[in-house]
């Protein structure tokens, strides 16, 4: 079975700063899909960015980009220019590419705190 | 489009007691996910649908609990004689799955849980 660890249970950052947020998963599958979701306080997860295993090349999406490292099986998160909004829990998710049910297995996630 | 839905937001109810949460899912997807999500911890999947037919289900889904997807809309999950360690929000997400391989096709969405409190 998939697992997916995620060692930072709390993080923080100044406004405009750069955090780093960590996540490693363990499977012996070589084709899957990694995900970080935000998950601010008492509204739904949203997706912030995806990778394809297959891809050599890191995700970035606006000030989210990822350092995705597929031998060493980590997946990390780098938020550039960090604002107040971007204070969420943060989940680090998995997802095989087969076996049909596209179901998610998460981290127990990352609570970013950004200070003004 | 306004997204998934989930009612209750919030349910309090004493250990014993049945439960029932709906789930709208974004109309046009055919897939539905539950997953559940205690204090401290990511979502854990639960069971999941398309269309109608309950394709699989967590061994976390013991006998009490029951989902249910009808017409291939709107979802039902009830607990069965509720327990204190049934406690936690409870997610539900949807999807569409046209059949291809891209990720981009595929993104679940979630909608914001009900938070289920056994006293």
């Known amino acids: 079975a998939q697992t997916v660890t995620q060692s930072q249970p709390e993080m923080s950052v100044q406004e405009a700063e750069t955090v780093t947020l960590s996540c490693t998963y363990d499977?012996?599958?070589?084709?899957?899909?990694l995900f970080w979701y935000k998950q601010p306080p008492s509204r739904q997860m949203i997706l912030v960015i995806r990778q394809e295993a297959y891809k050599q090349q890191n995700a970035t999406e606006n000030r989210f980009s990822v350092n995705f490292q597929k031998a060493a099986k980590s997946f990390s998160l780098k938020i550039s220019d960090s604002q107040l909004g971007d204070a969420a829990m943060y989940f680090c998710a998995y997802r095989s590419e087969w076996g049909g049910s596209e179901k998610l297995v998460f981290g127990k996630g990352t609570k970013l705190t950004v200070n003004p | 489009d306004t997204g998934v839905s989930q009612n209750p937001r919030h349910k309090i109810t004493k250990r014993g007691q049945n439960v029932t949460f709906r789930c709208d899912p974004i109309?046009?997807?055919?897939?539905l996910y539950w997953y559940r999500q205690t204090l401290g911890q990511g979502p854990e999947f639960l069971t999941y649908f398309q269309n109608e037919a309950q394709l699989e289900k967590s061994r976390l889904l013991s006998d009490r609990f029951s989902a249910e997807r009808p017409k291939g809309s709107f979802s039902t999950l009830e607990i069965q004689r509720t327990e204190q360690g049934d406690s936690a929000m409870y997610l539900c997400?949807?999807?569409?799955?046209?059949?291809?391989?891209?990720?981009?096709?595929?993104?679940?969405?979630f909608g914001q849980g009900t938070r289920l409190t056994v006293v």
């Open positions: 499977t012996s599958e070589s084709d899957y899909y």
């Open positions: 109309s046009e997807h055919n897939r």
């Open positions: 997400a949807s999807s569409l799955n046209t059949g291809g391989w891209l990720v981009e096709n595929t993104e679940a969405f």
